[in-house]
């Protein structure tokens, strides 16, 4: 973290949200899957959500996104209201980058080709604006060596680190990680965290769910704990590792570490 969370803290106002869930609820026929969910996000924040399988995370991470529907509630996002009707959902998608555990990569097309080709379509930038994009990109997350490379010569950990550069070659104003190493085999793991660590390090707005207890103790600026479709507690690292309020959060910490 670049700043203290009681520095960070202090400076954020109501000005700062930049993601607002406001009673968030989800169900699947009679599974309700999230269960009235209320987090604000403020620009620059790192925000790590933890929690067991099943507990409505990567659930709540694709209705900010506007992949899933909320069944009710609303994702308030730069002040306006995404859930409401007639909204223009690319619009949104194209400020809201995500990578998620799999890589969905092209698998005909050469990696700098895979970063291009939303910026062709969606943000109608020319070929050699996208191009460069692509290449500058590639180079920040390590692979500038790998531009004309396929999907299929690179290792996961490489794609994976592709799929964050496709996610920001879009100029997104918040970066959306579901699981985004959980696909991975453990050595990858780290160069992955590197990338995510540099971006919050650069000031990047991230909603971080993820398993990576050591990343969400050292980069979040705070961390929250679902359980049952509810948020159960939420703090800095410090509180929510050392100090939990709640016993279900001491349960699942014992667990893991």
Not at 146 to 161: A, H, I, K, N, T
């Amino acid at each position: 973290m670049s700043e203290s969370n009681e520095v960070q803290e202090g400076a954020m106002s109501e000005d700062d949200v930049i993601v607002r869930i406001k009673d968030l609820h989800k169900s699947y026929g009679d599974l309700e899957v999230l269960r009235g969910i209320d987090i604000d996000v403020h620009r620059g924040e790192v925000v790590v959500v933890l929690g067991p399988s099943g507990s409505g995370k990567s659930t709540m991470l694709r209705c900010v996104n506007l992949l899933e529907k909320p069944t009710s509630g609303q994702i308030i996002f730069e002040g306006a209201d995404i859930t409401a009707k007639g909204v223009d959902i690319n619009g949104v998608r194209a400020k809201l980058g995500m990578v998620f555990q799999q890589f969905n990569l092209f698998p005909h097309l050469s990696v700098k080709k895979n970063v291009m080709i939303a910026q062709q379509k969606v943000l109608k930038r020319s070929k050699e604006e996208a191009e460069q994009i692509a290449i500058q990109g590639l180079k920040k997350v390590g692979l500038g060596d790998r531009v004309d490379f396929m999907p299929s010569q690179l290792s996961g950990g490489q794609q994976q680190r592709v799929a964050i550069a496709r996610a920001l070659a879009m100029n997104p104003h918040v970066m959306l990680f579901d699981e985004a190493t959980s696909a991975l085999d453990p050595e990858l793991v780290r160069d992955v965290l590197a990338v995510m660590r540099d971006l919050a390090r650069g000031g990047m707005t991230m909603i971080v769910v993820t398993h990576e207890m050591k990343f969400a103790r050292d980069v979040a600026d705070r961390v929250i704990f679902m359980d049952g479709g509810v948020v159960v507690e939420q703090g800095t690292p410090a509180e929510v590792f050392d100090h939990p309020k709640s016993e279900r959060t001491r349960e699942f910490l014992g667990h893991i570490s």
